[in-house]
């Protein structure tokens, strides 16, 4: 059974950094790729950063660009997005997701979800 689990999410002052972690558990896919996604309360659910192609290719949303960075681990199955400069616009609960795909956009389906995150950035 496959398991998505993402980790580091907390609280931080506007302009500091945080760290989320998502590992997927119980896959042996030849192709992979994993996104992030988020959903403030009230909200619809958005997508931050994309990582494909092997790791070799990453896609950001506008809100998000210049500083969050989505990174591979050693193993293929573990994706980072590191968070810098927060705003409080960025607090939401934030989802990592998996695709059984060498290819991943905002727009396609995901195979599986983790249960989320949450990240609370305080002005």
């Known amino acids: 059974q496959v398991q998505v689990v993402e980790s580091g999410g907390g609280s931080a002052q506007a302009g500091g950094s945080l760290r989320l972690s998502c590992a997927v558990i119980g896959s042996s896919f030849s192709d992979i790729c994993m996104a992030w996604f988020r959903q403030a309360p009230g909200k619809e659910r958005d997508g931050v950063a994309v990582?494909?192609?092997?790791?070799?290719?990453?896609y950001y949303s506008d809100s998000v660009k210049g500083r969050f960075t989505i990174s591979q681990g050693i193993a293929k199955t573990t994706v980072y997005l590191h968070m810098n400069s927060l705003i409080p616009e960025d607090t939401a609960m934030y989802y990592c997701?998996?695709?059984?795909?060498?290819?991943?956009?905002?727009?396609?389906?995901?195979?599986?979800w983790g249960q989320g995150t949450q990240v609370t950035v305080s002005p």
């Open positions: 997701a998996v695709r059984r795909a060498w290819y991943c956009s905002f727009g396609v389906e995901y195979n599986y």
């Open positions: 990582l494909f192609n092997g790791g070799g290719n990453t």
